[in-house]
C-alpha cells in the first residue's frame, strides 16, 4: 500500500512539475513578446510616434525601456521557479493593468491617437489579454494540483 501511495505522490509530484514548466513557458513567451516591443519601442521611437498619432516619441522610447525590464523580469521568472512561484501572480495584475490603461487612454485621450494608432494599441491589449488568460489558467491549474498534493 505504501508502494501505491508513493507512486500516486510522484505522480503528483510530476504533474505539479508540469504546470510550473507550462507557466515558465508562458513566461518565456509573454518576455519574447515583450523585449520584441521594447526593442521596436527604443529603436524605432520616432517612426512609432508618427504611426501612432500625436505623442511624442520620448514617451514611446520610455514605454521601450520600462518594456524591456519587464522583459528581463519575465525571463528571470521563466527561469527560476522561486521567482515563479513568488511573482507570477504580481504578472498577472499587471497584465490586467495594462490592458485597463490601454482602454482608458484610448477613451479618455481619443484625440491623441491615429486610426492606425488605436488599432495597434486595441491589438496589443488582446494580446496582453490572451498571454493573462494563460497564465491565469496555468496558474489555477497549479493551484489545483496544490490543492490535491497536500
Same mark, same amino acid.
Request: charge should be positive.
Given at each position: 500500500m505504501q %508502494?501505491?501511495? %508513493?507512486l500516486i505522490g510522484v505522480? $503528483?509530484?510530476a504533474s505539479?512539475?508540469?504546470t510550473s514548466n $507550462?507557466?515558465? $513557458?508562458v513566461l518565456m513567451f509573454d518576455g519574447t513578446l515583450s523585449l520584441i516591443l521594447a526593442l521596436d519601442l527604443i529603436v524605432f521611437s520616432d517612426l512609432v510616434a508618427e504611426l501612432m498619432g500625436t505623442v511624442s516619441a520620448e514617451i514611446y522610447f520610455a514605454v521601450g525601456i520600462a518594456l524591456l525590464l519587464w522583459a528581463v523580469d519575465l525571463f528571470a521568472m521563466g527561469l527560476h521557479k522561486g521567482l515563479r512561484k513568488r511573482f507570477a501572480r504580481m504578472t @498577472?495584475? #499587471?497584465?490586467?493593468?495594462?490592458v485597463a490603461a490601454t482602454a482608458l487612454v484610448i477613451t479618455v485621450f481619443p484625440e491623441v491617437w491615429s486610426?492606425?494608432? #488605436?488599432?495597434?494599441?486595441?491589438?496589443?491589449?488582446l494580446a496582453v489579454v490572451g @498571454?493573462?488568460?494563460?497564465?491565469t489558467r496555468t496558474m489555477s491549474?497549479?493551484? $489545483?494540483d496544490h490543492q490535491t498534493v497536500a
Open positions: %508502494q501505491i501511495e %508513493q505522480n $503528483k509530484t505539479s512539475n508540469k $507550462k507557466l515558465a $513557458k @498577472i495584475w #499587471i497584465d490586467w493593468a495594462w486610426g492606425s494608432g #488605436i488599432a495597434v494599441l486595441i491589438i496589443i491589449g @498571454i493573462a488568460v494563460m497564465k491549474v497549479a493551484d $489545483k
